[in-house]
Antibody, heavy 117, light 109 residues
Framework: EAQLVESGGGLVQPGRSLRLSCTTS????????MSWVRQAPGKGLEWVGF??????????EYAASVKGRFTISRDDSKSIAYLQMNSLKTEDTAVYYC????????WGQGTLVTVSS | QAVVTQEPSLTVSPGGTVTLTCGSS?????????PYWFQQKPGQAPRTLIY???NKHSWTPARFSGSLLGGKAALTLSGAQPEDEAEYYC?????????FGGGTKLTVL
């Protein structure tokens, strides 16, 4: 059974950085693009970005709202995906999910990031 | 960035039929947008109901179907059940970028 567990969330001041991890098991991590989706409290889903598999160059794509501030990476040897978040803003406050979607559908339980002074 | 539009809320009677739609600010939604439909219940992570316009997962109840209708992506629920009450999100691909719709809160009443 596929499992995705996000960690690294918490309270952070505006302008600071935070790195989220998505630790996975139960599927061949290297075969799948890994995505991040967030949800502000009481709001809808927002696509953050994704990283392609090494076969497709391991390249990344980002939403305009986070481009230049957030970086997604992956460590296929550890089956972990990362979301490095820099220059955080109050509007980045959300539950952050890592996920794989498409012909398979795997989601973590989410980790809450609160950006506040 | 493109804007994806959905009905904010819809109500359907138990056993009834309802269609949720998903439009794009850039024009007609096509199969090239690879439309997805996600279902999210309170306190839970989302899960995919439909991908690539009309493909279902093993857990997708047969009463849900996806299609393209009048320049939009559509999710049709035929024979609504109380457990179908949830938020439904459309998701479209624009080349490299993906965009969620604002979600439709479906009430079964």
């Amino acid at each position: 059974e596929a499992q995705l567990v996000e960690s690294g969330g918490g309270l952070v001041q505006p302008g600071r950085s935070l790195r989220l991890s998505c630790t996975t098991s139960g599927f061949t991590f290297g075969d799948y693009a890994m995505s991040w989706v967030r949800q502000a409290p009481g709001k809808g889903l927002e696509w953050v970005g994704f990283i392609r598999t090494k076969v497709y160059g391991g390249t990344t794509e980002y939403a305009a709202s986070v481009k230049g501030r957030f970086t997604i990476s992956r460590d296929d040897s550890k089956s972990i995906a990362y979301l490095q978040m820099n220059s955080l803003k109050t509007e980045d406050t959300a539950v952050y999910y890592c996920c794989v979607y498409g012909e398979v559908d795997y989601w973590g339980q989410g980790t809450l990031v609160t950006v506040s002074s | 960035q493109a804007v994806v539009t959905q009905e904010p809320s819809l109500t359907v009677s138990p056993g009834g039929t309802v269609t949720l739609t998903c439009g794009s600010s850039t024009g007609a939604v096509t199969s090239g947008h690879y439309p997805y439909w996600f279902q999210q219940k309170p306190g839970q992570a989302p899960r995919t109901l439909i991908y690539d316009t009309s493909n279902k997962h093993s857990w997708t109840p047969a009463r849900f179907s996806g299609s393209l209708l009048g320049g939009k992506a559509a999710l049709t629920l035929s024979g609504a059940q109380p457990e179908d009450e949830a938020e439904y999100y459309c998701f479209l691909s624009y080349s490299a970028v993906r965009v969620f719709g604002g979600g439709t809160k479906l009430t079964v009443l």
